[in-house]
């Protein structure tokens, strides 16, 4: 089997967190979706069916929940900043796509989220 590209993924993780320009939003918080895709090789899981052999995406999830606990003003800072956590905690890490989408944002729109894609290679 030839293997070219492997992903773990994370879809519409939900998180409240304290995100924003403004005080406000700091200080109330508001409701986030995340989508996270990490490309590691795993083939060796595919053949051991070992979790040592892969990412765990729970340990990926827990990850990017304490990251989100940390108040920013800008989601392409918390993006940064959960993209570098990933690869310093899983060094196999070939690269990260996050999308983070602020629901409900203060700017006047009727919209279901705004927010920012990161594409990030280690």
Known sequence: MNHQRHTIIIKGMRVYAYHGVMEQER?????????????????AAMLT???SDTISYADLHQLIRQEMA???QLLEHVAGRIAEAIFKHFPQSKAVRLRILKENPPMGADSQGAGVEIYVEN
């Open 70 to 72: 940390i108040p920013s």
């Open 49 to 51: 069916d070992n979790l």
């Open 27 to 43: 200080k109330v918080g508001g409701s986030f979706t995340i989508d996270a895709e990490v490309d590691a090789d795993f083939s």
